[in-house]
């Protein structure tokens, strides 16, 4: 069984947006941290977003603050990323990875620090 399933991901204009899902199988995951990660043609995958396991902690980077949003529901053991005012350079595959605990961080930003991933879902976005 695949522990997480991305869903949401398609073509959009620039300006536009989507939302991601990620859809996890176990309700153990609502113990683990989340990130969304992403991977462009030719680049090597990178963080985009991550949360704590109570979704009190969240990170950005730098190229997405203020233009994206990650959330979870537990109740629903599914986490989100909405993706708003789209820009080209965004384009890339996006996956969700889970983190069990470890070391006492409350959301992790490396992919090494990641147990599980799913399969990605393709974001393209046209200028």
């Known amino acids: 069984q695949v522990p997480l399933v991305e869903s949401g991901g398609g073509l959009v204009q620039a300006g536009g947006s989507l939302r991601l899902s990620c859809a996890a199988s176990?309700?153990?995951?609502?113990?683990?941290?989340m990130g969304w990660f992403r991977q462009a043609p030719g680049k090597e995958r990178e963080i985009v977003a991550a949360?704590?396991?109570?979704?009190?902690?969240?990170y950005y980077s730098d190229s997405v603050k203020a233009r994206f949003t990650i959330s979870r529901d537990n109740a629903k053991i599914t986490v989100y990323l909405q993706m708003n005012s789209l820009k080209p350079e965004d384009t890339a595959v996006y996956y969700c990875?889970?983190?069990?605990?470890?070391?006492?961080?409350?959301?992790?930003?490396?992919?090494?620090?990641?147990?599980?991933w799913g399969q990605g879902t393709r974001v393209t976005v046209s200028s």
């Open positions: 990875a889970a983190a069990r605990p470890n070391s006492g961080s409350v959301y992790y930003l490396l992919p090494d620090d990641y147990n599980y």
């Open positions: 176990e309700e153990t995951f609502n113990t683990y941290a």
């Open positions: 949360i704590s396991w109570t979704g009190g902690n969240t």
